[in-house]
């Protein structure tokens, strides 16, 4: 039986994960963490709190930007295993989680999103780039959503430049006009962030060679349901590895 506690757990995505996980029978939900819903003895206000409080063996994030660096390396100093869903984790931000799971003999696995059909864009995407020499992001998010690109959007970016850095273009440094309009680079990809209502959090590459385009778009639907298995095959799988692995791609 795999103890689990849930960061976030009355939020979109963790108030689903955490059912999913009570209805497991090889999961045990043993605590959550959540500012408004603690009090309960189940859930408390910090992810240090419910790791201290109840001995778990998987941390599963689904917060916020500004909590989710803190609460990683919260469960890795309690030899905690993590899965993270959450956004807003940098390449250097990995790196060092990477570190210190190391150094704490855990695994840790982080995904932009752990959507199996999104997923197949970024293992998609990869062998596109391979054969296709030039390429950019756009990123869809909902109005409210604060930190940009999105988890998703990163997260691809830096896959395709694992692969190799896309050509073509006016160097930006050669533009005339604001270089914002450009969007942002990540990974030597430039990635352009629309913030509206009615998105969730959709993602599209663009490839392109001379006379054709190929698109691969991911959109997911208002609710958390695509989320929830990915969740728990990294849950599953997280226990069996030292150090960061990124991406539910490399899980399929």
Do not use: C
Not at 57 to 63: E, G, H, I, Q, Y
Not at 87 to 105: C, F, K, M, V
Not at 183 to 190: F, H, K, N, P, R
Not at 217 to 222: A, L, N, Q, T
């Amino acid at each position: 039986m795999i103890r689990v506690s849930v960061a976030g757990i009355t939020g979109w995505t963790g108030g689903p994960v955490a059912e999913a996980v009570r209805a497991a029978e090889d999961l045990e939900l043993v605590s959550g963490a959540s500012r408004s819903g603690a009090g309960d003895g189940v859930v408390f206000a910090s992810v240090a709190e419910a790791l201290d409080a109840v001995p778990a063996d998987v941390l599963v994030d689904f917060t916020s930007a500004e909590a989710v660096e803190t609460n990683v390396h919260a469960a890795l100093e309690r030899g905690v295993a993590v899965v993270v869903g959450s956004s807003g984790l940098t390449a250097e931000d990995y790196a060092a989680i990477d570190a210190r799971a190391r150094e704490a003999g855990v695994g840790v696995i982080a995904a932009g999103n752990f959507s199996v059909l999104a997923a197949l864009l970024l293992r998609s995407a990869r062998e596109a780039a391979r054969h296709v020499g030039a390429w950019e992001v756009i990123d869809y998010a909902s109005a409210g959503k604060p930190d940009v690109p999105s988890g998703t959007a990163r997260e691809l970016a830096e896959a395709l430049g694992e692969v190799r850095e896309p050509g073509g273009g006016v160097p930006l440094a050669e533009l005339h006009g604001p270089v914002e309009a450009r969007g942002a680079a990540v990974g030597g990809t430039q990635i352009h962030s629309v913030r509206l209502p009615s998105f969730v959090v959709s993602t599209e590459v663009v490839f392109a060679a001379p006379g054709e385009r190929l698109v691969i778009r991911h959109d997911p639907g208002e609710s958390p349901d695509p989320y929830v298995a990915g969740t728990l095959l990294a849950i599953r799988a997280v226990r069996d590895r030292v150090g960061l692995t990124r991406g539910l791609d490399s899980l399929l």
